[in-house]
């Protein structure tokens, strides 16, 4: 599982095997460790939400995924979903959740062997 955070945006992308597991489990979890502490980040399945949501606490972002939209992605071709929750003083927070896809740039720095073909790879 892969998360880019950039000023008030969220994205997580997962592989296939992650894909699989976050279907069959409902939850999926990474964490960073430093010296002096740890960084996590999990998806999770939730009947409590009704939109991808997200919450920090204790050190953990947390993005919830209702349960329908879940099973949605994980059994369909659905890249994936996106939504942008108002986080008060007229600021909003950008959720985004994908399927992660091979590059196709040419610039391969790590083990793609478990990301997803890229769509953009093949000719129409």
């Known amino acids: 599982m892969k998360i880019r955070i950039k000023g008030d945006s969220i994205r997580i ?21 430093f010296s002096d502490g740890a960084f996590s980040y999990m998806l999770e ?11 920090f606490i204790d050190g953990k972002i947390s993005m919830l995924v209702p349960v329908a939209m879940q099973q949605e992605w994980v059994n369909t071709d ?21 399927k992660d896809f091979k590059c196709i740039d040419g610039e391969v720095l790590e083990d793609q062997s478990d990301n997803y073909e890229n769509p ?3 000719c129409q």
């Open 45 to 55: 399945s939730s009947e409590k939400v009704h939109e991808l949501s997200a919450s």
């Open 78 to 98: 659905i890249v994936g979903f996106k939504n942008n929750i108002d986080i008060g003083d007229g600021k909003t927070l950008f959720l985004l959740l994908e």
């Open 120 to 122: 953009l790879a093949t």
């Open 13 to 33: 992308r997962l592989t296939k095997s992650e894909v699989d597991k976050f279907g069959s489990e409902g939850h999926i979890e990474e964490t960073t460790h």
